[in-house]
């Protein structure tokens, strides 16, 4: 499978949230994600989950051979060993990876939507 051009959103709301993107981003290489172009910091306001802390986000442009299912794998593999535990939706964490864009690839799974559904919804994507 050719290498595919991909757009992650990375976001932290626990700890040293920049600490926790430099690790992810850098967790990305380890597991096939080749990073070409990382935004600037973006601190957000939560939204479905207000009693939390603001979040710190960010978008990566990067290219993969992983295919969809397994590069979703990949990035859930990164989240567990950098402590994120999902115990409230949309609630507060040390990081999340989100697949925004895959190619120009449109999927409808139950685990996985590409392009994402709250894309649009996320100012730091579309600065």
């Known amino acids: ?20 993107i430099e690790r992810a981003i850098a967790a990305l290489d380890e597991a096939d994600v080749r990073v070409r172009r990382v935004s600037s910091l973006y601190r957000t306001e939560p939204k479905d989950f207000p009693a939390q802390h603001w979040f710190l986000n960010c978008l990566v442009e990067a290219k993969t051979n992983l295919p969809p299912l397994p590069l979703l794998d990949a990035l859930r593999r990164i989240e ?3 402590g994120s535990r999902k115990l409230v939706a ?5 990081i999340d990876l989100d697949i925004l864009l895959y190619g120009r690839a449109t999927i409808q799974l139950p685990e996985l939507q590409i392009p994402h559904p709250r894309m649009h919804l996320r100012r730091f994507v579309l600065a």
Not at 90 to 94: E, F, I, K
Request: charged share 20%; hydrophobic share 35%.
């Open 80 to 82: 567990f060993q950098m």
């Open 1 to 20: 499978m050719p290498a595919r051009q991909i757009y992650l959103s990375l976001g932290s709301n626990i700890g040293d949230r920049a600490a926790n």
């Open 90 to 94: 949309r609630g507060p964490r040390r």
